[in-house]
């Protein structure tokens, strides 16, 4: 950097100018980009995109062309932040899905959580989806996907009674996180479907355009 530069990127920052190197966006790989990435593995995994590594809460999210992840902005400016308990596992979406508003969508790509250990953000896992954690976000559906990795603790687990066998509490712990996250009377917990459930929901998410 030159002593003329150093003025004109002082400058940069204090407008907000953007920054290849911008803290607040990830740029993500274009083989790493819905619709480059398969919904499906021939495995019967799905790909999660993870948004949001467990234990942490900055709302990030995928930018609408899908070309990167986004530090959420309130409608103030403010940079969003979870008021809240740390997420308790992965939150991300699922490539090539998006449910139609016709069907009672909300446009956007199917959200997923994935249990077990913080998983960087941008990362792309293939996940074996056990149930739904149905929910009502200021009265809208607003469902969650619940997966496992192929590798972990919680690899074996199939369906959401094996988990509630297996790790008793735990269906309990994400319910209660995401009933009172936002505040209290925004989210209604509707209870948790199975994997049937899951995959059908994933079925009927319609490809996202090219």
């Keep these: 950097m030159t002593v003329r ?3 004109l990127i002082v400058l940069c920052l204090a407008l907000g100018c953007a920054s290849p190197h911008d803290p607040n966006r990830l740029e993500l ?19 999660a995109l993870i948004e949001i590594p467990a234990g942490t809460n900055a709302k990030w999210e995928a930018t ?10 309130r409608d103030d ?14 939150y991300g979406m699922v490539p090539g899905t998006r449910l139609d508003e016709a069907t009672g969508g909300d446009g956007d790509p199917l959200d997923i959580l994935v249990l077990g250990r913080s ?3 941008g990362a792309l896992l293939p996940v074996r989806v056990i149930g739904v954690l149905a929910l009502l976000d200021d009265g809208e559906v607003d469902d969650k996907l619940l997966a496992v990795p192929r590798n972990g603790v919680f690899s074996e687990i199939e369906t959401v009674e094996q988990l509630d066998e297996r790790f008793p509490g735990a269906l309990s712990i ?13 989210i209604e917990v509707k209870g948790y479907r199975s994997a049937e459930a899951a995959i059908a929901l994933i079925q009927a998410a319609r490809p996202q355009p090219e």
């Design 119 to 121: 998983r960087e953000r």
């Design 5 to 7: 530069q150093a003025p």
């Design 174 to 186: 994400l319910a209660a996180w995401f009933m009172h996250y936002k505040g209290p009377g925004r």
């Design 77 to 90: 400016g403010t940079l969003r932040v979870v008021q809240y308990l740390a997420y308790p596992a992965n």
């Design 29 to 47: 790989p274009r083989d790493a980009r819905p619709p480059h990435v398969a919904t499906w593995n021939e495995d019967g995994t799905v790909n």
């Design 64 to 73: 609408r062309d899908y070309s990167a992840l986004a530090w959420e902005r």
